[in-house]
């Protein structure tokens, strides 16, 4: 009766949650975007060739595979205009598969542009891209066009979002009373919401680009799991973000009772069979 209890009251904690990432989406996607962005105002001017010099996950800022629908950063040089450009955000919306001039395309496949620079541009990897077993990327824009750069096309590659926006640290998390901090701690036995990508296909299938609405929750296909400070904590619900960019997961969890406070409490999230690998961290009480 008791465990029926703390399920049916995390149930609702998790509910409150929804409800402050609704109110808050706002100062989140912001939040988001700094991080994606690293930088702002004006950037060194386009040199006069296009290079890719890597592509990371970017959340936790590490290259390697991609996965269908991640957001991923592309660094190097001549991407896109000296000033960056960042594409609106609305419900509803589609980002945009050109972006101050330049387009990026992954075996062909057009990509939906979160921002573009000259020296980093985001975007979204094509859901298309599932199956394949890697992807051709190009940059294009008025200059021309970049030489190919090669990734491996991978099930998911999972990232944790963190405040300091190195995909090490404190995790942009939300719990009641706001962001998780070393202030804001979230109380063991309740609820805290996750920020990821990497998450890999969805059902129902993803659409790239698409803001997402409140109408249609996109989930995750392949199992996830969260270990807290070693234990493992049980997932309340996972999918897209309703007003938020496309290719980000939030993920409610239960933090387990059992855990003593601590400011800096390490945290792990897996998909698909794959861990995330930076030291992050969540604040609990």
Do not use: K, W
Request: charged residues 5%; hydrophobic residues 45%; contains cysteine.
């Amino acid at each position: 009766m008791r465990a029926g209890t703390a399920i049916i009251g995390a149930a609702h904690a998790a509910s409150r949650l929804r409800g402050l990432t609704m109110t808050t989406r706002g100062n989140r996607i912001l939040l988001i975007l700094c991080g994606l962005i690293l930088i702002g105002g004006s950037l060194p001017a386009p040199l006069s060739a296009q290079t890719i010099t890597s592509i990371t996950n970017a959340a936790s800022g590490l290259p390697g595979g991609v996965s269908p629908g991640e957001i991923v950063v592309i660094y190097g040089t001549s991407l896109g205009p000296a000033t960056l450009m960042s594409a609106p955000i609305a419900a509803g919306s589609t980002l945009p598969v050109s972006l101050g001039g330049a387009s990026v395309s992954f075996n062909g496949i057009a990509a939906p542009i979160v921002y573009a620079s000259a020296s980093q541009t985001a975007v979204q990897v094509p859901y298309e891209l599932a199956g394949s077993g890697s992807a051709s990327v190009l940059v294009t824009n008025g200059n021309g066009t970049s030489p190919a750069f090669n990734v491996p096309v991978v099930l998911s590659a999972p990232g944790l979002f963190t405040l300091n926006y190195s995909g090490a640290g404190q995790v942009a998390a939300l719990n009641v009373g706001g962001a998780n901090s070393a202030q804001n701690p979230v109380p063991a036995g309740s609820s805290v919401l996750l920020f990821a990508t990497g998450e890999g296909v969805t059902f129902p299938a993803g659409v790239d680009g698409l803001i997402q609405t409140v109408t249609t929750i996109r989930q995750p296909t392949q199992p996830i799991s969260v270990l807290i400070a070693g234990t493992e904590a049980q997932v309340l619900f996972s999918g897209s973000v309703p007003g938020d960019i496309p290719g980000i997961v939030e993920i409610g969890v239960l933090v387990p009772p059992s855990l003593p406070a601590n400011a800096a409490v390490p945290i792990t999230l897996t998909i698909g069979g794959v861990t995330t690998t930076r030291m992050t961290t969540l604040a609990v009480q």
